[in-house]
């Protein structure tokens, strides 16, 4: 049986001029020890799949309207929110689209990392909390910890950014990975170097990975099987190797020569 | 950090001179002056005493020439002799600010005690129906004029059911009473006062502490915050509420001009001995001297709260850094 495995799913955002169907009856399913990459283009309803992995559809305004979400035997959204604490962080954790503005701007960035490793584990000491949270940073490849410790988000560049929140999400060495979009916003050299660490970390851990991106280029080199969305549906869906060399939709062959004749970064 | 203060005290001078010609225009051209104040009301005073009156004021020369007098004066602190009793400004001034400073301090604690608990409430739950009632009470408030509420809380709880004081600060056998007596009757006595003059800002501060708590509860890291799997409770006391209650350290600043207006009226109205009913007595009075102290007393505090909530602000908040 999958790891996670996505049935049917649909998600509506209430906007000022109506409904968007953000997510349109999507299914798929994530076998463990896999990467997984959702491609589509921007507005085809990617991170709010995600969003409803993580329950946090709320947040956005946004509504479940159908589906089921099953982590192993459990379905997510039949959980109540108290319940599920116990699955985020620990079982199931995510990386954001963009790092600039997902860390709190007012708490000291060790406070925010210890936290993590806290919650999931009240009995530890504050010295084993330490020292989880240095490991967690030393396997991100941030050296200057005690700098960093006692920053607050602004002063760090975004690809230090990056690494907290990737620390961050690895710390209680959780069992899926949710990355999405781990390097808009990042030049080249660091958006690699984040991918290589995804990667690496990956290969360590035993993760089960699930990449969200537009560029089809990483979906082709990093991922074991690909779903194609487009406006909310998941179109295509197969192992990469083969939708990337022939597609069969018509649209996501469009997309793969588009994508070939465009440099890697364009978005 | 020190420098910083320096410069925006330095900065506030010429604003406080400006509020004071201002505040010097408006008594000048306003209807009445000090000399009929006196001589109208009294008959047995001639037509040649008011003269004599208007010279010793120096009421006759031209607004600017009084307007520098004075200010020739206040520049070495001397604020005038009141045209009541002949006593120096400055010090019915001192005498009544504390009272005036107890009573807003105390109805800002009181202020922040509720509306920050509520605020937060109400976001938290938002659209409930404590949501909702709460909603009702706070507009109610807000929409009550405060001479009203005054009014009747005077009404209800001093006559008919006769529990509080309803006026002054103190009872009058109070040079008799032991400590903890005392006490007791300054708090009686500023119970109603206090409670007044925290409804209308009481509204106003829990509507913004529910708004920019909603708008926090939005944000990116907040979803970091659920992500990493904590509770709403920790992720509402530990990543929410610093970030909402920020700006009001702000809001709470830029009050206080608020806060002196309205002591104007409640101190007029519970007869409590304080600046703004010394005020208003100067002002019916044409009093111009403990008018215009008043008036550069209100627009140092103003400066100075300003400043003050500046400075917190920069110290709490470590994205900003002063310049
Ligand atoms: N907060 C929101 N309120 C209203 N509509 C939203 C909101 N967030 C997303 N949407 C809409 O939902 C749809 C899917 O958005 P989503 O963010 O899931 O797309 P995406 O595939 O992640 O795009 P991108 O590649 O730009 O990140 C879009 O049409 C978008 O306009
Ligand atoms: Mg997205």
Redesign the interface.
């Known amino acids: 049986m999958p790891l996670l495995s996505v049935k049917n799913l649909s998600v509506e955002y209430k906007a000022s001029f109506g409904v968007v169907k953000a997510v349109d009856g999507v299914s798929f399913d994530v076998e463990k020890g896999e990467v997984f990459a959702i491609v589509g283009r921007s507005g085809s309803g990617k991170s709010s799949v995600a969003s409803a992995i993580?329950?946090?559809t709320d947040?956005?305004?946004a509504q479940i309207k159908s589906g089921e979400i099953f982590y192993r035997e459990t379905d997510l959204l039949k959980l109540s929110?108290?319940d599920t604490?116990?699955?985020?962080?620990?079982k199931i954790?995510?990386i954001?689209q963009?790092p600039q503005?997902?860390?709190?701007?007012?708490?000291k960035v060790g406070k925010?990392i210890e936290?993590?490793v806290k919650?999931?584990n009240p009995k530890l000491s504050k010295s084993e909390i330490k020292e989880r949270a240095a490991s967690a940073l030393k396997k991100v490849n941030l050296d200057d910890m005690q700098r960093i410790f006692n920053s607050?988000s602004?002063r760090l560049s975004g690809g230090q950014k990056q690494r907290i929140?990737t620390a961050?999400?690895i710390i209680n060495e959780p069992e899926i990975l949710i990355a999405d979009e781990p390097t808009t916003g990042l030049d080249a050299a660091v958006q690699k170097q984040i991918l290589d660490l995804i990667k690496e970390l990956k290969g360590k851990m035993g993760l089960t990975l699930i990449i969200i991106t537009h560029n089809l280029k990483i979906a082709e080199k990093h991922s074991d099987k690909t779903a194609v969305m487009r406006s909310g549906k998941i179109i295509e869906c197969a192992p990469s190797k083969e939708i990337f060399k022939n597609p069969k939709n018509e649209y996501v062959k469009q997309l793969t020569n588009v994508s070939y004749s465009l440099p890697e970064q364009m978005p | 950090m020190f420098t910083y203060i320096f410069k925006r005290l330095i900065y506030s001078i010429p604003i406080i001179l400006g509020i004071t010609v201002m505040t010097f225009a408006v008594m000048f051209f306003t209807p009445g002056n000090p000399a009929d104040m006196v001589a109208d009301f009294n008959i047995k005073v001639s037509a040649e005493s008011k003269e004599r009156l208007i010279k010793l004021y120096g009421l006759d020369k031209a607004w600017y020439e009084q307007y520098w007098n004075w200010l020739k004066r206040v520049v070495v602190l001397d604020f005038g002799n009141s045209f009541r009793d002949g006593k120096p400004a400055s010090k019915k001034i001192a005498e009544r600010l504390p009272a005036t400073i107890l009573l807003n301090v105390l109805s800002i604690i009181l202020m922040l005690c509720i509306s920050i608990p509520v605020g937060v409430y109400s976001a938290v739950k938002k659209y409930s129906l404590f949501d909702r009632v709460l909603t009702a009470i706070v507009f109610t408030c807000f929409s009550v004029p405060v001479f009203w509420a005054a009014l009747m809380l005077m009404t209800v709880f001093g006559l008919w059911l006769g529990w509080l004081p309803i006026s002054g600060l103190t009872s009058f056998e109070f040079g008799e009473f032991s400590f903890f007596e005392k006490i007791l009757d300054l708090c009686r006595h500023l119970i109603l006062p206090v409670f007044v003059s925290t409804l209308g800002s009481f509204a106003v501060m829990s509507r913004y502490v529910r708004s920019g708590m909603l708008d926090v509860?939005?944000?990116?890291?907040?979803?970091?915050?659920?992500?990493?799997?904590?509770?709403?409770r920790?992720v509402v006391f530990?990543?929410a509420l610093?970030?909402a209650l920020?700006p009001l350290i702000t809001i709470i600043g830029l009050s206080i001009p608020g806060l002196i207006g309205g002591s104007f009226i409640i101190e007029t109205i519970f007869s409590y001995p304080g600046m703004g009913r010394l005020g208003y007595e100067a002002i019916m009075a044409r009093d111009y001297p403990v008018i215009m102290g008043i008036g550069v007393i209100s627009a140092f505090l103003t400066l100075l709260g300003n400043i003050i909530a500046d400075v917190l602000y920069a110290s709490?908040?470590?994205?900003i850094r002063y310049k």
Request: glycine residues 4%.
């Open positions: 993580m329950r946090l947040i956005d305004g929110f108290d604490r116990k699955i985020y962080g620990k954790s995510m954001f963009d503005s997902y860390l709190n701007p007012v708490i925010q936290e993590a919650v999931h607050y602004h929140l961050m999400a | 509860l939005k944000q990116d890291y907040i979803k970091t915050a659920y992500s990493k799997g904590l509770s709403k920790q530990n990543h610093k970030n920020l709490a908040d470590p994205r």
